[in-house]
């Protein structure tokens, strides 16, 4: 504008309401429609087909009550007697966290590969080891160093109490930090459900369900989400719909918080510094599995996408519902 021009003024009126005066018209989160509510638990809800033989999980982490919650759904299956249904897994929205495998073990009767990793030598990786070491001071013991099984006495399956960790710390890692090789061997990942020395085969729990699996995955989940994709898509244990997920699993991170010239701290950073490997020998950062079923969402069916995906897996199941199509 010339400095000799009249400025032009507006008077703009935006439209405000207050948080709690407006009613979202939008989708929430996922509804199943003709699925009773069971029972929530923190890592998944459990839901029932009204007429079908089918139960529901919608997955939402694999958190530290996974063990517990697993046992709960175990203690109502067989109380009513469910074990024979079929099981769809909504992984759709599930965030990460651990111990996978130690849930895939209840949801079908076959054994299968589980996921390995491994760790890159770095500058960190004796401050690495330093905070295992520390972690695992005060409950570490040396009971089970020659048990390489991943079974328990009452055949159920066993996570590792820092033992598994520790022996491969010790014989896999710190002899190799001058080698000059640029990853350890990989091994069961993080040692939580086999030893090092494992081939890193699981097997089903004494209580496990026995009819059809279907696993609905996207790109939200990664992380553990990415595993237990890989697990069941590359052992071919279910029915995979959907999308593939992040890709952006890795064996082992690494945190430093950066400081500036005064150390005053900044940003905290984090990075990989070691690889997942999934079950068909694959690394599996950037390379998630594709789904047998794919199901783009769309701006044309984002409204109503979830509900094509529990349509597409009755479907598969043998399970058609009139009411749901």
Request: with cysteine; aromatic share 12%; charged share 20%.
């Amino acid at each position: 504008m010339a400095s000799n021009e009249t400025p032009t003024i507006y008077d703009i009126t935006l439209p405000f309401q207050s948080r709690h005066e407006i009613q979202w018209m939008g989708r929430g989160q996922p509804s199943y429609p003709n699925f009773a509510f069971i029972r929530e638990c923190p890592c998944f809800t459990i839901y029932m087909h009204n007429d079908k033989p089918v139960v529901l999980l919608a997955w939402h982490r694999f958190g530290d009550s996974l063990i517990d919650d697993m046992q709960a759904l175990m203690d109502y299956a067989q109380a009513y007697e469910l074990l024979n249904h079929s099981l769809i897994v909504d992984f759709t929205h599930s965030r990460g966290g651990s111990r996978a495998p130690y849930a895939i073990q209840h949801f079908s009767p076959r054994s299968f590969q589980t996921t390995f990793g491994n760790l890159r030598f770095s500058d960190i990786t004796k401050e690495f080891v330093r905070e295992h070491q520390k972690l695992n001071l005060g409950y570490y013991t040396r009971v089970n160093r020659n048990s390489h099984t991943n079974r328990n006495a009452d055949d159920t399956p066993r996570l590792d109490d820092g033992t598994w960790l520790m022996d491969w710390i010790e014989a896999a890692v710190l002899p190799f930090l001058e080698s000059g090789q640029d990853y350890t061997e990989s091994v069961p990942f993080k040692l939580t459900h086999a030893s090092m020395e494992a081939d890193g085969i699981l097997y089903p729990a004494p209580v496990h369900f026995n009819g059809g699996v279907v696993a609905l995955f996207g790109p939200f989940g990664g992380s553990q989400v990415d595993q237990v994709a890989s697990i069941l898509v590359d052992n071919k244990l279910a029915h995979t719909i959907g999308m593939p997920t992040g890709g952006f699993s890795k064996a082992w991170d690494w945190s430093e918080v950066l400081t500036d010239s005064h150390e005053r701290p900044i940003v905290s950073y984090m990075w990989s510094i070691g690889q997942t490997i999934r079950p068909n020998g694959e690394v599996l950062e950037g390379n998630p599995p594709k789904v047998n079923e794919y199901v783009p969402q769309t701006r044309e069916n984002y409204l109503h996408y979830h509900d094509e995906l529990i349509v597409r897996a009755m479907q598969y199941l043998g399970c058609n519902d009139p009411n749901n199509a």
